[in-house]
């Protein structure tokens, strides 16, 4: 072992990098960070943990191949990367580097569609980045994903060995956030962060709504959107009007305040294309409010349907699932006070001090 490991500083590091830097300072790692021109790297709380800052002129893309290339080529002209027992990496992957992924795969993201012909335009529009996944993740020393689902979609579309990969659950964010009183609502009211309306499940949703309206004509419900560029979503606004769905949905800008909106909800719903965890969700379960997902979402790690929170079938019939579950929610509202103390357990210890410390043992579990 050399004690000596390198950071590119990027994604979700801001989150847990003092706390993993304070885990390295004790066991006496060497830390040098390699930072983007847009990074915040000049923070005195993690430069006095740093031996040196490497500024890299190379401006910061991931989706561009050949700019990762122009990074990893930087990297390797500034220091000698065998110097290291560890490059970590969150969100970008180099041939040296540990990465720490919190997305999807471009390979899954593009197998979704059931379109097989625009999936082909897709496969040969993004020729270069599939290529790059397959054959660059594939040599990382280790990799950490956010959740199962992740390192299933990882062990598929990038032919890596599982034994390879490792699973630490993302800590909750909002814990900082005012604190609310949970509204009344006369009305039961789902609501949904669909900030990307198509990718965050936002159709799906109103899909889903439809069907709801036909099948349970008896249950009134009403559906609250984060959507902050529904002003500019002009088929949006016609589908709203075509369905006649004025009466049932509320569209709302970006907020600050992230707990005001769990709390003005009955139960939140995600619906995603894809979530590699899905942090709104152990946000809203921080704020006592039940969760209704997917079984594509990651977080499922954490949820049991009808214990912890609700699931509906991802993979058929999608719409009339959701619709289904979302009348079974309903119905089951006496045993939400203990279901989402069921889920606040299940979320205690998802802190990113923990998820710093995982990743370090994971890194130096033999010092």
Not at 139 to 144: E, H, L, P, T, Y
Not at 284 to 290: E, H, L, S, V, W
Not at 323 to 328: L, Q
């Amino acid at each position: 072992m050399k004690n000596k490991i390198g950071i590119i500083f990027s994604g979700f590091f801001p989150f847990y990098i003092v706390h993993f830097l304070e885990l390295c300072k004790k066991s006496n790692i060497i830390v040098d960070l390699f930072v983007f021109e847009n990074n915040a790297s000049e923070n005195e709380v993690i430069t006095q943990y740093i031996n040196k800052i490497y500024k890299l002129k190379t401006k910061y893309n991931d989706k561009e191949v050949k700019i990762i290339q122009n990074i990893e080529n930087e990297i390797k002209n500034i220091v000698n990367t065998d110097d290291y027992d560890y490059i970590i990496s969150d969100v970008l992957g180099l041939s040296f580097t540990c990465n720490i992924f919190h997305y999807a795969t471009l390979s899954h993201k593009i197998n979704l569609s059931d379109n097989i012909i625009y999936k082909t335009i897709l496969k040969i529009g993004h020729f270069r980045r599939l290529k790059h996944e397959h054959n660059y993740y594939r040599d990382c020393k280790k990799i950490f994903v956010v959740s199962n689902y992740l390192k299933n979609d990882y062990i598929k579309n990038c032919n890596i060995d599982s034994k390879k990969i490792s699973v630490i659950h993302p800590g909750v964010s909002n814990s900082h956030l005012k604190a609310h009183t949970k509204t009344e609502n006369k009305i039961f009211t789902f609501g949904s962060v669909t900030c990307g309306f198509t990718n965050k499940g936002g159709y799906n949703i109103l899909e889903a709504l439809r069907k709801f309206i036909k099948t349970y004509p008896d249950k009134k419900i009403k559906i609250k959107f984060i959507n902050p560029k529904y002003n500019k979503q002009i088929l949006l606004k016609l589908y709203i009007k075509l369905y006649k769905l004025e009466q049932y949905v509320e569209f709302l800008p970006f907020t600050n305040d992230i707990n005001g909106f769990y709390n003005s909800l009955d139960t939140l719903i995600c619906a995603s294309k894809y979530e590699a965890f899905g942090r709104v969700i152990t946000e809203a379960i921080t704020c006592n409010i039940p969760v209704l997902i997917g079984s594509n979402i990651g977080a499922c790690d954490i949820i049991k349907d009808n214990i912890s929170g609700f699931i509906f079938n991802a993979d058929k019939n999608i719409y009339q699932n959701i619709a289904d579950k979302m009348s079974e929610v309903i119905s089951k509202q006496d045993k939400f006070e203990e279901i989402t103390k069921k889920a606040k357990d299940s979320v205690q210890n998802l802190t990113w001090q923990n998820f710093a410390q995982q990743l370090f043992d994971n890194l130096f579990n033999t010092l």
